[in-house]
């Protein structure tokens, strides 16, 4: 059982993470990953999207809720990835990967993550359009989805 | 003691930190948002609707009536929004 929570200005690829976390595990069956993207809407266009964090404590939330999807659903490994600063449409913002003997502990353990990671994990998304600046309202609905873990 | 700010509330008081010495009366964090408000017009607004306001106690994401006890740091934030 092991965790990795990276946070990181720099981009990274989506597909290479995904290949190097599929190492081989003898009691692996199932593996997960969820990729989350800058959106620009056509209908209201971003030219790019800035993360501020807390470091120390989105680290360690991170950490916690990684740890605890793996004492939850029995997974082998969890990773997340999160990353910070300026980005544009269409790059990855995050990825979380999870390793478990079977498929619907690796899907619910990524969505345990992700569900967490939404509202407790001290990450601010501010979006740069041609007409200015907006910080990102949170969404109600993030909170009651996060609810059905309960 | 330190306080922290994040995202648009950084934006708004035009500062992301500051040192601040409360009076001993102020036992809780929402005391403190309390006292920071009679000091600070800027905060006072920013401080409004109060659950906007997260806060982080030495690093621990903690509720508005814990008590500050001999804590170092104190960050306030909005809802976070990452993902």
Do not use: C
Request: proline share 6%.
């Amino acid at each position: 059982m092991s965790i990795t929570v990276r946070l990181q200005s720099d981009i990274f690829d989506p597909g290479a993470e995904t290949n190097a976390f599929l190492t081989a595990h003898t009691k692996a069956g199932a593996a997960v990953t969820f990729t989350g993207l800058v959106r620009s809407d056509p209908t209201n266009p971003i030219t790019s999207l800035t993360l501020e964090h807390y470091p120390p404590v989105a680290q360690a939330q991170l950490e916690e809720f990684a740890n605890r999807a793996i004492a939850r659903f029995g997974l082998l490994k969890a990773t997340v990835i999160h990353r910070y600063g300026k980005m544009l449409p269409n790059e990855p913002i995050v990825q979380v990967m999870t390793l478990a003997p079977h498929r619907n502990a690796a899907f619910e353990g990524a969505q345990f993550i992700m569900d967490f990671l939404k509202t407790d994990a001290p990450f601010w998304k501010k979006e740069t359009s041609p007409t200015g600046e907006n910080w990102v309202d949170a969404k109600i609905q993030d909170d009651t989805t996060k609810l059905r873990w309960e | 003691m330190k306080i922290l700010y994040f995202a648009w509330l950084r934006e708004r008081l035009n500062r992301g930190e500051e040192t601040v010495f409360p009076p001993a009366s102020v036992k809780t964090i929402a005391e403190l948002m309390d006292w920071l408000a009679t000091k600070d017009e800027a905060i006072a607004l920013a401080f409004e609707k109060r659950d906007l306001i997260k806060t982080a106690l030495d690093e621990t994401i903690v509720e508005h009536d814990t008590p500050i006890k001999n804590a170092k740091t104190i960050a306030f934030f909005p809802p976070m929004t990452g993902g």
